[in-house]
Antibody, heavy 120, light 111 residues
Framework: QVQLQESGPGLVKPAETLSLMCAVS?????????WAWVRQSPGKGLEWIGE???????NYNPSLESRVTISLDKAKNQFSLKLTSVTAADTAVYFC??????????????WGLGAQVVVS | QSALTQPASVSGSPGQSITISCSGS?????????VSWYQHRPGRPPKLLIY???ERPSGVSNRFSASKSGNTASLTISGLRVEDEGDYHC???????????FGTGTKVSVL
C-alpha cells in the first residue's frame, strides 16, 4: 500500500519561499510513476501545481511555473516542493500524490493527508 | 484554461441516487478519455473513485459509476449512505501545456 506524508512549516511570511517535503513509502519514486503536488485554497477546488519523474523531468502549471520547483531525493525516497515569493493567495492545503502510469494513465491513485500552509 | 464546473452542493436521502456533473470544454473533458473522480472526506486523504472516464479501481464500491457525454462528465452515487458525505472532485487531463485541470468541487450531504 502506497503512503505519502507531507511535512514542512505551516506558516510562511509573504515574499518568502514555501518549502514542503513528501515522504513516500510502499513505492519507489524511481519507478514508472510521476509524483505530483496539488493544492486547495480555502473555499476553492483542487489545483494541480506540477509533477516530477524519476529522471528529474518536470511539468508545471503555467500559472505557477515561474515560482515553482519540484525536485527528488532518491536516497530518502521523497520529493519536495518550493514555491517562491508567496502571497496570501498561496495559503492552502498542499497535497502530494502519485500520478500513476502503470496500467492506467493520468490519475492520482494515492494521496497524502495534506499540509496546511498559511502565508501571513 | 478555467477550472471544470461542478455544482457546489448535492444532497440526497439514504438509499437514493445522486449525480454530480463536471462541465469542461473540447480542450479537456471532451478532448481526451482521462476524466477521474475523487472523494475527499474530512481527516482522510482524497480517494480515487473513477479513472479514464468510467473505470473503477479495484476495491471501490460499484455504487459509484461514471459517464461522459461531449464536454460533460458525470458521477453517480447509488444507494446513498451516510459515509458518502464529503467533497467530490473531478479532474481531466488537458494536454501538454497544463496537464491536469480539476473541478470546482461538490459537497455531498446525506439528509
Amino acid at each position: 500500500q502506497v503512503q505519502l506524508q507531507e511535512s514542512g512549516p505551516g506558516l510562511v511570511k509573504p515574499a518568502e519561499t514555501l518549502s514542503l517535503m513528501c515522504a513516500v513509502s510502499g513505492a519507489s519514486i524511481s519507478g514508472s510513476d510521476w509524483w505530483a503536488w496539488v493544492r486547495q485554497s480555502p473555499g476553492k477546488g483542487l489545483e494541480w501545481i506540477g509533477e516530477i519523474y524519476r529522471s528529474g523531468s518536470t511539468n508545471y502549471n503555467p500559472s505557477l511555473e515561474s515560482r515553482v520547483t519540484i525536485s527528488l531525493d532518491k536516497a530518502k525516497n521523497q520529493f519536495s516542493l518550493k514555491l517562491t515569493s508567496v502571497t496570501a493567495a498561496d495559503t492552502a492545503v498542499y497535497f502530494c500524490a502519485r500520478d500513476a502510469r502503470t496500467g492506467t494513465l493520468y490519475n492520482f491513485d494515492s494521496w497524502g493527508l495534506g499540509a496546511q500552509v498559511v502565508v501571513s | 484554461q478555467s477550472a471544470l464546473t461542478q455544482p457546489a452542493s448535492v444532497s440526497g436521502s439514504p438509499g437514493q441516487s445522486i449525480t454530480i456533473s463536471c462541465s469542461g470544454s473540447d480542450r479537456d473533458v471532451g478532448a481526451y478519455g482521462f476524466v477521474s473522480w475523487y472523494q475527499h472526506r474530512p481527516g482522510r486523504p482524497p480517494k480515487l473513485l473513477i479513472y479514464e472516464d468510467t473505470e473503477r479501481p479495484s476495491g471501490v464500491s460499484n455504487r459509484f459509476s461514471a459517464s461522459k457525454s461531449g464536454n460533460t462528465a458525470s458521477l453517480t452515487i447509488s444507494g446513498l449512505r451516510v459515509e458518502d458525505e464529503g467533497d467530490y472532485h473531478c479532474c481531466s487531463y488537458a494536454g501538454s501545456r497544463i496537464l491536469f485541470i480539476f473541478g470546482t468541487g461538490t459537497k455531498v450531504s446525506v439528509l
